[in-house]
């Protein structure tokens, strides 16, 4: 039962490097999230999608590309990585729009030097 | 816009105390309510929820009540245990699915 899945789970990058997160969920979910995490900072939405094809702008998006050709992927690209970009990230998913149906991944560490 | 705002920790207790972790919400309208823990090294679990004024949420022995007039979740437990030491995150969620977080509170409990 895989349920949200990211990889890697470690990474350090340089700046100005590129990378990309991949989230795949096995869930049949329409709806799927990017959060990243900041020390005392809470999750913060970075983009979403609410299906394939489709993605939207959360609150902090740039220095993030996302895409969504299938329902079960979700990769999140960093294109010039930045110091500022060092968190956690966080894939999640659902199926619709209530609240306890959002699964999360186990994160992904992401570090900028 | 929304928002969250939880009490600061990190908050240390003893096995056994009583938990109270503040956590008040600006929204427009009511929006459902939750509550997730994030054990070390994981991702985060919804913990408990709630959907409308004065519902109750509950779960693992935590609850929390839905409080209109205060704008308030706050979470509670009669007596905790060492292995519930995480850090907590309110949360509401917003049209289309979007949840807003507080900046969660670290708990830790001594044996």
């Known amino acids: 039962n895989a349920g949200v899945t990211q990889t890697p789970k470690f990474r350090i990058l340089k700046i100005g490097q590129s990378m990309t997160l991949q989230c795949t969920q096995d869930?049949?979910?329409?709806?799927m999230y990017w959060y990243r995490q900041d020390p005392g900072m809470g999750l913060k939405l970075i983009y979403y999608s609410v299906g394939a094809g489709i993605t939207d702008k959360g609150e902090v998006p740039n220095g993030y590309n996302v895409s969504r050709s299938t329902t079960e992927d979700f990769p999140l690209r960093l294109e010039l990585a930045a110091p500022s970009q060092t968190s956690v990230y966080f894939c999640?998913?659902?199926?619709?729009?209530?609240?306890?149906?959002?699964?999360f991944g186990e994160g992904s560490w992401l570090t900028v030097v | 816009g929304d928002s969250v705002t939880q009490m600061e920790g990190p908050v240390t207790l003893s096995e056994e105390a009583f938990l109270t972790i503040n956590c008040t919400y600006t929204?427009?309208?009511?929006?459902?309510l939750f509550w997730y823990v994030q054990y070390p090294g994981e991702g985060l679990q919804l913990l408990l929820k709630a959907t409308k004024a004065d519902d109750k949420g509950s779960n693992k022995g935590f609850e929390a009540t839905y409080r209109k007039e205060t704008t308030s979740f706050h979470l509670e437990k009669g007596s905790v245990q060492v292995s519930d030491s995480a850090v907590y995150f309110c949360a509401l969620i917003q049209q289309g699915g979007k949840l807003i977080f507080g900046q969660g509170t670290e708990l830790s409990v001594k044996p």
């Open positions: 929204a427009t309208g009511y929006p459902s």
């Open positions: 869930m049949n979910h329409n709806y």
């Open positions: 999640a998913s659902s199926y619709g729009r209530d609240g306890n149906t959002i699964y």
